[in-house]
């Protein structure tokens, strides 16, 4: 990999320090307490960041969300990790889509998700907007806030740059598929995942350690396509056999292979037994 394309998130990361760290140290003196809160800090870091980098990544993935989201999200939509500034319910037809879900643990964000989804047409008034604090590992309490509805209430899951976040990804999102998405229900996905060049992943994994500890726990070398694609569940005799009837995996048009953020698309939809 060429040496100027693995050393080019040093850029975002100076560019997210230039915008973030002054806004975080006032929000310290503030309230000196913050530094006794490792996780809380982090998140008052990333809402900055998120206010510099969120709508230019929105942008660059506009083709991609209309052609997954826009197309195929449909009735009640979870998204996990909804962040900041609500992005992915822009891209939802609202005759589709009738009830709107968004996971986001950082209580800073839920402001501009609100305001997004009002301007999209969802409102906590009439029901069709829920805007949750928690994390997608606490599939109970995502359930019990729909407690009205018996079996997994979603039609659809969306998880957009969130996967990279989460620790053990793969376990919570497979518990968050089996509990909370209908038989039939879709996933929809667009992350950054680990690259299948050797020399690029090299590079994903040797960034990791210092990327995550900036935003939020992000990490560069998740497999996360590959985690979604290997699912399991046990039927009805314990065998364990996947989750999937039908998945689509694609990528980004026109993104060159040499990538420290190298994306995949899916759309997945759950077996009906
Ligand atoms: C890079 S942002 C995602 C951006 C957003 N989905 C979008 O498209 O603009 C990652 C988000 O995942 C959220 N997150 C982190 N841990 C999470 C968890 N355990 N469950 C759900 N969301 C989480 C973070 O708070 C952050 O807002």
């Known amino acids: 990999m060429k040496l100027s394309l693995a050393v080019a998130l040093l850029g975002d990361l100076n560019l997210a320090l230039k915008a973030a760290l002054l806004p975080t140290v006032r929000d310290v003196i503030a309230r000196p307490k ?22 230019g990544t929105d942008e660059a993935a506009r083709a991609v969300k209309e052609n997954l989201i826009t197309l195929h999200a449909r009735g009640v939509v979870l998204d996990i990790g909804a962040a900041g500034h609500g992005h992915t319910v822009t891209y939802l037809q609202r005759r589709k889509v009738h009830k709107y879900v968004a996971l986001e643990p950082n209580v800073l964000m839920h402001q501009r998700i609100r305001e997004n989804a009002n301007l999209a047409g969802y409102t906590e008034g009439n029901g069709s907007l829920i805007i949750l604090p928690y ?9 019990q806030t729909l407690s009205s509805v018996d079996g997994p209430p979603f039609d659809t899951l969306v998880s ?13 999102l497979t518990r968050l598929v089996a509990e909370v ?7 929809l996905f667009y992350e950054h995942v680990l690259s ?55 990528g980004k048009e026109g993104e060159p292979d040499e990538n420290l953020f190298w994306h995949r698309v899916g759309q997945y939809i759950k077996n009906v037994e």
């Open 160 to 172: 957009v740059l969130t996967m990279c976040s989460i620790r053990d990804s793969q376990r919570v």
């Open 135 to 143: 994390g997608a590992d606490n599939a109970p309490a995502i359930i």
């Open 196 to 250: 299948p060049r050797a020399d690029v992943a090299w590079w994903q994994r040797f960034w990791s350690p210092l990327w995550k500890v900036w935003f939020d726990g992000c990490r560069l070398d998740c497999p996360t396509h590959l985690w979604i694609d290997g699912m399991m569940t046990p039927d009805v005799h314990g065998t364990l056999k996947s989750m999937w009837s039908e998945r689509k995996v694609w």
């Open 34 to 55: 913050l530094l006794l809160m490792p996780k809380i800090l982090s998140q008052t870091f990333m809402a900055h960041v998120w206010t510099v980098f969120g709508a």
């Open 181 to 187: 998405l209908k038989p039939g229900g879709q996933l």
